[in-house]
C-alpha cells in the first residue's frame, strides 16, 4: 500500500490517496478519511450497531476498518492457527484491517507503567505487551495497516517525568518494532504508522522526531499520540488546546506521509486537524454519540462553524416528530428513518 498526497505544503489541508493496496489492486482510498471503528471485547472487530448486511447498504466501497487490539486479545491465539488476514477472519475480507493498540472510546487507565511494557485492559483485565509479544500478533493478525507499539499514556496535564518516560519508551519500542517488520515475510505488504509522543511539551515532540526521523525508510504514517486517554472526555477538549501541539509536529513530520489521529474528536475539532493537514481519523466518537441516545445533526458548510452537532434523541419534542434526522442529507438514516422511529427503537 502507497500514500499520494496531492500537495506538499505543510501545516494546511490537503488531499491525497491510499492506493497500490496488496490484493485489491482496483481500490483507491481519498483522504482526509476515517477508520470504522469496530467493537470492543467479545464482539471484537464488528462495527457497533451495524450488522454486514446493513453495512452493505452504508457503502458498498471498501473502507479502512480500525481494530483495537484491546478488544482482539481474546482471538488471538485462534488467529494464530487461522491461515487468512484479521480482516476474512472477522468476516470482513473486502475491507481493509488497521490494528491499533488502545480502543478510543474507552478510557485508558493511567499508570501501571512496567519497563518497556505497554498495558491494554481486555475483558479479563489488564494485559502487558511488549516489542515482541506485539509484533507476534501483529504478524498472525496481518493487517493491511498498523501502528507501532507505543507508550502514549499521555494529556495536557502529564508530568515532565511521566512524558519523558513515555518518550524513551516508544523510541525503544519503535526501534524494535522496525527491525522485526523488517525481518518479518508476512508484513512486507503492510502500511507501517509510526506514532509520535511527547504529550504537550514542544521540546518532548522534538526530541522523539529527531531520534524516529535517523530511520524512516520503511515508514509510510504517522499518528500523533499522547494527545488524550480516550474515551468521551476526548470529545470535549478545546480545539486552541491541541492546535499549537498538533501544528508542531505537523511542521516537523515529512510531508509525503500519512498523517493520523485517533479519537473521539467532536466535528469542529476534526475539521480543525484537516485545516493543519491530517489525512486520517476514526468513527469513534459516532459510537459513544449512539451509547448516549444522540443523533448526528452536523451539516457540514464551507461558511457554518457551528457547536450544535447533534441532537438528544430521548427528548420529548421527538416523539411525535416525523422529519428525518437531519433534513436535506441523504444517509441511509434520515432517508429511511424519521426521530420518532428512532424514539421508538431505543426504548
Known amino acids: 500500500?502507497?500514500?499520494?498526497?496531492?500537495?506538499?505544503?505543510?501545516?494546511?489541508?490537503?488531499?491525497?490517496?491510499?492506493?497500490?493496496?496488496?490484493?485489491?489492486?482496483?481500490?483507491?482510498?481519498?483522504?482526509?478519511?476515517?477508520?470504522?471503528?469496530?467493537?470492543?471485547?467479545?464482539?471484537?472487530?464488528?462495527?457497533?450497531?451495524?450488522?454486514?448486511?446493513?453495512?452493505?447498504?452504508?457503502?458498498?466501497?471498501?473502507?479502512?476498518?480500525?481494530?483495537?487490539?484491546?478488544?482482539?486479545?481474546?482471538?488471538?491465539?485462534?488467529?494464530?492457527?487461522?491461515?487468512?488476514?484479521?480482516?476474512?477472519?472477522?468476516?470482513?475480507?473486502?475491507?481493509?484491517?488497521?490494528?491499533?493498540?488502545?480502543?478510543?472510546?474507552?478510557i485508558t487507565k493511567q499508570g501501571h507503567h512496567s519497563s518497556l511494557k505497554v498495558p491494554i485492559w481486555t475483558k479479563n483485565g489488564k494485559v502487558y505487551y511488549d516489542a515482541k509479544s506485539y509484533m507476534d500478533v501483529v504478524e498472525s493478525f496481518k493487517p493491511d495497516m498498523y501502528f507501532l507499539l507505543s507508550d502514549g499514556d499521555t494529556n495536557i496535564s502529564s508530568s515532565e517525568k511521566r512524558v519523558s518516560k513515555s518518550v524513551s519508551n516508544t523510541i525503544s519500542f519503535y526501534k524494535d518494532c522496525l527491525e522485526r517488520h523488517r525481518k518479518s515475510e508476512v508484513l512486507k505488504h503492510s502500511f507501517v504508522i509510526a506514532p509520535v509522543v511527547g504529550g504537550y511539551k514542544h521540546l518532548a515532540r522534538e526530541k522523539y522526531i529527531e531520534a524516529m526521523l535517523e530511520d524512516v525508510r520503511d515508514v509510510d504514517g504517522f499518528l500523533i499520540d499522547g494527545l488524550h486517554n480516550n474515551g468521551p472526555e476526548t470529545e470535549f477538549l478545546e480545539f486552541h488546546e491541541i492546535e499549537p501541539i498538533v501544528q508542531c509536529i505537523v511542521d516537523k513530520l515529512p510531508v509525503e506521509k500519512l498523517h493520523v489521529v485517533q479519537g473521539c474528536w467532536n466535528p469542529v475539532n476534526i475539521i480543525g486537524m484537516v485545516e493543519l493537514g491530517i489525512d486520517l481519523f476514526d468513527t469513534s466518537y459516532c459510537h459513544i454519540l449512539t451509547e448516549r441516545s444522540a443523533a448526528m445533526t452536523f451539516a457540514i458548510e464551507p461558511t457554518e462553524r457551528t457547536n450544535a452537532y447533534e441532537i438528544n434523541l430521548r427528548d420529548a419534542k421527538y416523539v411525535d416528530d416525523f422529519q428525518p434526522i437531519l433534513l436535506g442529507c441523504d444517509c441511509l438514516s434520515c432517508a429511511i428513518m424519521c426521530t420518532i422511529t428512532c424514539d421508538s427503537l431505543k426504548k
Open 1 to 106: 500500500m502507497k500514500f499520494y498526497v496531492e500537495s506538499l505544503t505543510k501545516c494546511s489541508q490537503r488531499l491525497g490517496t491510499l492506493s497500490e493496496i496488496e490484493g485489491k489492486p482496483s481500490v483507491a482510498i481519498r483522504t482526509p478519511a476515517v477508520m470504522l471503528h469496530t467493537q470492543k471485547l467479545s464482539q471484537g472487530g464488528q462495527i457497533p450497531h451495524i450488522t454486514h448486511e446493513v453495512f452493505r447498504l452504508v457503502s458498498r466501497k471498501p473502507q479502512i476498518l480500525q481494530i483495537p487490539l484491546a478488544g482482539m486479545h481474546t482471538f488471538k491465539e485462534a488467529i494464530q492457527y487461522y491461515e487468512g488476514t484479521i480482516s476474512s477472519f472477522i468476516g470482513s475480507k473486502d475491507s481493509l484491517s488497521c490494528l491499533t493498540l488502545q480502543d478510543p472510546c474507552n
